[in-house]
């Protein structure tokens, strides 16, 4: 048994590439950071626990797979932010202008436990993303259409109409919220294999071809 420990419709469409089946149950868990917590760190700490939560809430032999994605500008001008989901539109102007033209990082942090024998494997994802110099309107008009409200930094990578992103250094799937090439390495671990080419699955689904699964190279160069 597989079991999501996630309510976001973004996951689910980039789980359900790989042919599992799985259920939902997403975890119910204190979000906010510890003082001085790195962003690698307390996005780790969150998938730890959603996982822990979860597995606690189901039968003991299901694989729960769980996992966090914060968006971290470590240069800003007022120092280091992590900027989660926007309280309202005025936060998510706020984030917008704050990224514009501009390289942040997205951590993804993954963790898949398994309460009958206690095994947690976990791993974390960077990758960095440089904004587009997009304008005030355009910022206006994408916070009027809803979508900003209820993404970590206010965006979402994959939105064709805004189009935020003009490059990013690594994993695409991992901006959008779950690095499929490192979850089948840890769902192999419990000898769970995916039932599709999840390459072509993901350039099919996204636009993009992913170089670990296409030619294992990960080269990290910056792609538009």
Not at 84 to 112: C, E, I
Request: hydrophobic content about 40%; charged content about 25%; overall charge negative.
């Amino acid at each position: 048994m597989l079991i999501l420990a996630s309510s976001s419709p973004r996951r689910q469409q980039l789980l359900a590439l790989s042919g599992w089946d799985f259920s939902i149950k997403p975890a119910e868990i204190d979000e906010r950071p510890l003082p001085g917590e790195h962003p690698g760190d307390y996005t780790l700490r969150l998938a730890q626990m959603k996982a822990r939560s979860t597995a606690a809430q189901v039968p003991a032999d299901a694989v729960v797979v769980a996992a966090d994605t914060t968006v971290a500008d470590l240069e800003g001008l007022s120092g280091p932010e992590i900027l989660g989901k926007p309280a309202d539109a005025q936060d998510a102007r706020r984030m917008l202008v704050r990224l514009r033209g501009r390289v942040h990082h997205v951590y993804t942090a993954l963790a898949v436990y398994r309460r009958a024998d206690e095994k947690l494997l976990s791993e974390l994802c960077t990758t960095g993303v440089k904004m587009r110099n997009y304008s005030d309107a355009e910022i206006e008009e994408y916070i009027a259409s809803g979508d900003p409200l209820d993404k970590a930094g206010a965006y979402a990578i994959q939105n064709s109409a805004f189009h935020p992103v003009e490059q990013w250094d690594g994993c695409y799937a991992n901006v959008v919220g779950l690095p499929l090439c490192s979850l089948t390495r840890l769902l192999e671990s419990f000898e769970l294999y995916p039932r599709r080419d999840i390459g072509w699955e993901l350039e099919l689904a996204l636009g993009y071809r992913c170089p670990i699964f296409t030619d294992q190279t990960g080269s990290g160069n910056f792609h538009n």
